[in-house]
């Protein structure tokens, strides 16, 4: 199965908003409200920022909020911060054979 | 306060088995729900997930990799083996292995090991 297709980058400057789309099938993404947002800082290990499609963890700032329109799931972050610069990768389920499957990855920039 | 650690070999032989352990505390791979999975990253590119592992002795694995991989649990010690045979020189990655809980947003890790870098080459 596929990679989920996100885009290789985004960007946007101190205090805006930017979205960072991925795309899915009917089978993963449009089929399950099991998509997840990680951010990874180079040399770091990932950390979940958006579980269950919108949802938070603990210590995850509101900035950061999770949404999903058919086989397209979003990671909109706001009020963009220098620190927000990173890696960004969805996950989604696939299915009993393929539970994890992960996004291409996009890399934010913050001019 | 959950925290994972791999372990492991950092160089390997092209045709060589691959063999990592992750190390965790905090919780038990006995208790309802828990879950260890482990996903590797070439260097600059994408996560890619690998397998899992739940507290019933439930094994997922990457279709594209299926055959290639085995992962086991000791509960006693704390630890999750990953063992992937025939290692090629793609397999080069940082390997993680990271927490999951069926119940409360599965599917997601939550909690990661600081990832373990792994060289194939001859």
């Known amino acids: 199965q596929s990679a989920l297709t996100q885009p290789p980058s985004a960007s946007g400057s101190p205090g805006q908003s930017v979205t960072i789309s991925c795309t899915g099938t009917?089978?993963?993404?449009?089929?399950?409200?099991?998509v997840s947002w990680y951010q990874q800082h180079p040399g770091k290990a990932p950390k979940v920022i958006i579980y269950?499609?919108?949802k938070r963890p603990s210590g995850v700032p509101d900035r950061f909020s999770g949404s999903k329109s058919g086989n397209t799931a979003s990671l909109t972050v706001s009020g963009l911060q220098a620190e927000d610069e990173a890696d960004y990768y969805c996950?989604?389920?696939?299915?009993?054979?393929?539970?994890?499957?992960f996004g291409g990855g996009t890399k934010l920039t913050v001019l | 306060q959950i925290t994972l650690k791999e372990s492991g070999p950092t160089l390997v032989k092209p045709t060589q088995t691959l063999t990592l352990t992750c190390t965790f505390s905090?919780?038990?791979?006995?208790?309802?729900?828990?879950?260890v999975g482990w996903i590797r990253q070439p260097p600059g590119k994408a996560l890619e997930w690998l397998a899992l592992?739940?507290?019933?002795?439930?094994?997922r694995y990457s279709p594209s990799l299926k055959s290639r991989l085995t992962i086991t649990k000791d509960t006693s010690k704390n630890q999750v083996v990953l063992t992937v045979t025939n290692m090629d020189p793609v397999d080069t990655a940082t390997y993680y292995c990271?927490?999951?809980?069926?119940?409360?947003?599965?599917?997601?890790?939550?909690?990661w090991g600081q990832g373990t870098l792994v060289t194939v080459s001859s």
């Open positions: 990271a927490h999951t809980e069926y119940y409360s947003g599965a599917y997601c890790f939550d909690y």
């Open positions: 905090g919780f038990s791979l006995s208790t309802n729900g828990m879950g």
């Open positions: 592992i739940y507290w019933d002795d439930d094994k």
């Open positions: 009917s089978s993963d993404v449009g089929g399950y409200n099991y």
């Open positions: 269950e499609v919108s």
């Open positions: 996950s989604s389920y696939a299915g009993s054979n393929n539970p994890v499957l």
